[in-house]
């Protein structure tokens, strides 16, 4: 049998228990309209600004790095699973790899592109 | 008996259908957060199909690379643009759009085709099939081996490609070394 | 099959078993479910009763008295039910929907949250095989060659449970504290894969059930093969859960609640269990890949099947052993939590990609010239 139909099954079974859990909520318990009530929370007062604000471009930079060094850590995953067959040229041909992209990394630490401030 | 060596037809037909249908819904919805989120679901199925083909390790690399991280990006991106549907147009082809879908189409074509004509190695999995690739160490292990000796160069170039992504997206993200990064992106009604 | 009229129920549940032609596939399919099932249900039970611990805990560190009030009759039981009656109470809430929240999506947001954390919880080797009639059975629900990465892919999918919960709620404290937690989470990713890196080296496998087979002895544990890994991962465990000190996503002093503001009733006790599970979870995989996992310190597999006289009881040692050592890394967590104040969110920006990061990556470089010097001579 295929090891990735339980992984199937289960992943159906997860959405359907969040879908029930988020259900439950919505058929259990009273319902009473208020306009007060369905407001976004604003501690207490009325809404002042909406809650579709332009977000900061830092998180797209974080996002768009994030990206390009998980695909690295995908790299050093094969790496390291073939570690022994590959001997020292496997361990120089991913210091290769590395090494530029700790090029990269400087670069973007010296460009203050991770300040948050 | 029966029904079960079908299993893996069935399953491939319906997996492909579940990529057929989230594909079309991204395309389809007007909101793009359903469209990411349809992509999700696409990227999820695609993963699933490898699966099903043994191809375990491209299984993951497909959801923690794609489904997990580029969509994220795209999730990000919405959000920091914040397009509300209504800003956006229905279907109108463009000039640009369409020369894409013909691009595509044409690609499509050609790996159909040469798919139809390549060496039955290639074509029928064969000498590759599931048990050999276990035999062999499992899928990630003769992938590896694969790309550290056969395909040593494109995976250095890749580091190199790696790098100019970064650099470019620091560079588009951060205009001037000086003032910080620029904060927000304007535009009106931004903060 | 012939069904009579004075066939009684548990007649019929009895001869079952041999109507069935058991093989391999079958047995496997039957184990599948019961392992399932024993799984979810004690998943179920978490969330009640890590409320309560971290209720408890903290009121005894602080010399409070914590809740101590509900129970049956007069029996207490230190308030142990507190947790059964809150979560009725907040399964029967009134469920308010703020106006202008986009409905499909505040709907689909806790169910993004939960389903990725069953998920990882069954890529876990709760022990060793079991051997039922002549059938070897994994301990765990499903058994991949690829178990790392696998956990690794399936968790980065939490993210959009708590960017759709932002989003969707029309609010924005949540969006504020989505976008946070998002970024929180997917930064301290890398260094949490990369921590996993050296052990791969170490134990030249993907699979978790071999890398614990692997670890026989103590000094054969993660946690001495690779001390920083373990390090880097036990920082980042935190992170990735948005738990104190990094529980910016929720600093309640600037974001009220962070992602789940606008959530309340059953939804946002479905938010509780995705927390809880992945948390869970974590401490599984700190305990499996850095402390031996379901293997007994001191007491090499062979000599507890040779003392019990059966795999089985050996078994069932391995899975007390590996939810003793989950159990401390949960403890772990609460402790940690009432003892560090929060970070301040530019701060752990940097401390993921200024320190986390190229001390992860040095991590690996460093563990694989060892190794090499080791090994290749």
Known sequence: MNPYIPVIIVLIFGVLLGSILSGLAAFLGPKKYLKEKMDPYECGVPKVTSGSEKMSVKFYLTAILFILFDIETVFLYLWARTFDQLGWLGVVEVAMFVLVLVVGYIYVLKRGALEWD | MEALNLMPEILFYIISGMVLVSSVMVVASRNPITSA???????????ALYASLGADFTAAVQVLVYAGAIVVLFVFVIMLLNLKPEALRGFRFTVGEALVLLITLTGFVIIATELAHAPPDIASPGNLGAAAIELAGGNTFVVGMRMFTAFLWPFEIASVLILLAIVACVMVAKKDKKSGLKGHIQSSGGN | MNLGVDLTFLEFLASLPALVEWNDFTVGLVAFAVKFAILVGGLLQLPPLLVWIERRVPALMQRRRGPNRVGFFKWRLYGLMQSLADTIKLIFKEEVVPDGAHK??????????????????????????????????PLSVVRLDVGFLFILAISSLAVYGVSLAGWASNNKYSLMGSLR??????????????????????????????????????????????????????????????????????????????????????????????????????????????????????????????????????????????????????????????????????????????????????????????LAVLRFK
Not at chain 3, 113 to 129: E, K, S, T
Not at chain 3, 228 to 249: G, H, K, V
Request: with cysteine.
């Open chain 2, 37 to 47: 989120i349809f992509l999700v679901v696409d990227l999820f199925f695609v993963a």
């Open chain 3, 181 to 370: 937690a998002s970024a929180q989470m997917i930064s301290y990713e890398i260094p949490l894969g990369m921590s996993l890196i050296p052990i791969v080296l170490i134990y030249g496998t993907l699979d978790l059930g071999k890398i614990v087979e692997a670890q026989t002895s103590l000094i054969h544990w993660g946690v001495f093969a690779a001390p920083f890994s373990f390090m880097i991962f036990l920082i980042c465990m935190f992170a990735e859960t948005n738990r104190a000190p990094f529980d910016l996503a929720e600093a309640e002093g600037e974001l009220v609640a962070g992602f789940h503001t606008e959530y309340n009733s059953a939804k946002f006790a479905a938010f509780f269990l995705g927390e809880y599970v992945s948390m869970f979870v974590l401490s599984c995989l700190a305990a499996t890949v850095f402390f031996g996992g379901w293997q007994v310190p001191f007491v090499p597999y062979e000599t507890i099947v040779a003392l019990a006289g059966s795999p089985n009881i050996a078994a069932l040692a391995g899975i007390m052993m590996l939810l003793l050592k989950a159990s401390f890394f949960m403890w772990v967590y609460i402790w940690v939590r009432w003892t560090l104040p929060r970070f301040r969110y530019d701060q752990l920006m940097s401390l993921g990609w200024k320190f986390m990061l190229p001390i992860g990556l040095a991590n690996v470089v460093g563990t694989a010239v060892v």
């Open chain 3, 104 to 137: 499909v999506f505040y709907h689909l947001a806790p169910v993004f949250c939960v389903f990725p954390a069953f998920l990882v919880a069954c890529a876990i080797p709760y022990g060793p095989d079991l051997l039922v009639f002549g059938h070897k059975i």
